[in-house]
């Protein structure tokens, strides 16, 4: 478990793709611009869901987030 924690923050959270697409603080301001704030106000696993199975749109912009927060 240790050797799988979030490399990017010091929150000391397991670095799955919930922690990376909705809570890491290192990729908020990324999240803020690609992410609808109705996805992020609260973090929550349905939110998260709810993204993933969303319209076209917000799956572009989640794919945005993706490519520039790798880019970071």
Known sequence: REERLCKSCDT???DD????????????????????Q???????VFNYCQLLSGNKTA????????????MA
């Not at 793709?17 to 609808?36: A, G, L, Q, S, T």
């Not at 109705?38 to 929550?44: A, E, G, L, N, P």
């Open 17 to 36: 793709e919930f922690h990376f697409v909705m809570e890491c603080p290192n990729y908020d301001n990324i999240r803020n611009k690609f992410i609808p």
């Open 38 to 44: 109705k996805y992020t106000s609260v973090r929550s």
């Open 59 to 70: 799956l572009l912009n989640l794919s945005k987030f993706i490519k520039v927060s790798k």
């Open 12 to 14: 000391e959270e397991l």
